[in-house]
């Protein structure tokens, strides 16, 4: 059974200050990882990984994979109070009809 | 190019009926899957359609149960429900089977009484 775990489950930090977010996996044939943003309702979709050390990034948020020690990380410098939020991580099943979701971490920016 | 839409927004239903859910997959996508969020969890997944066909289920009883239809819209159903059912109900679409990402919709809010 594939597995997801977050961490840390919620954050609270100031304005302007980095967060650095974690995601952990145990997934048979590992293909991606996927990074969505929920804020009240629909996931967005924040980055795609498939290799290792290979970063993506977009605008302050920024995200890398370690297919070694089976992690991913979400960076977010500067936050802003619209980084405020539940953000998830998810693999693919290797027949990609199943996404396998973390319990999310809970972000919360204080002005 | 239109996004996935869901509807109704929310429902409250009391134990032992039926409802059923409906999504619109964003425009060009052929894939449905569907998603249970229970408070403070991650999304749980309980189904995927291809081409009208079931593609894969999740640990979820038959009384759930679903359809999708020629322009890729989706249904969920579900039977005889429960308490526990109460959750936010999400469907996501992608474009085809080789596609890892899914996008989603804004979820259907379900309180069983």
């Known amino acids: 059974e594939d597995k997801v775990v977050q961490s840390p489950l919620s954050l609270v930090v100031h304005e302007g200050d980095t967060v650095t977010l974690n995601c952990s996996y145990e997934v048979t044939n590992f293909r991606s990882l996927l990074w969505y943003k929920q804020e009240k309702k629909a996931p967005t979709f924040l980055f795609m990984l498939?290799?290792?050390?290979i970063e993506k990034k977009s605008g302050r948020l920024s995200s890398i994979l370690d297919k070694k020690e089976l992690f991913s990380i979400l960076n977010i410098t500067a936050t802003q109070t619209g980084d405020s939020a539940v953000y998830l991580c998810?693999?693919?099943?290797?027949?990609?009809?199943?996404?396998?979701f973390g319990t999310g971490t809970r972000l919360t920016i204080i002005p | 190019e239109t996004g996935v839409t869901q509807s109704p927004t929310h429902l409250i239903k009391t134990r032992g009926q039926q409802v059923t859910l409906r999504c619109s997959s964003q425009?060009?996508?052929?894939?449905v899957s569907w998603y249970q969020q229970a408070l403070g969890q991650g999304p749980q997944f309980i189904f995927q359609y291809y081409r009208e066909e079931e593609n894969g289920r999740g640990n979820f009883p038959p009384r759930f149960s679903g359809l999708q239809f020629p322009n890729y819209s989706s249904e969920l159903n579900v039977n005889a429900l429960e308490l526990d059912d109460s959750a936010l109900y999400l469907c996501?679409?992608?474009?085809?089977?080789?596609?890892?990402?899914?996008?989603f919709g804004p979820g259907t809010r379900l309180l069983v009484l």
């Open positions: 996501a679409s992608s474009l085809g089977l080789a596609q890892e990402t899914q996008y």
């Open positions: 998810a693999v693919p099943n290797f027949g990609n009809e199943k996404l396998t």
């Open positions: 425009s060009g996508h052929n894939t």
């Open positions: 498939t290799s290792s050390g």
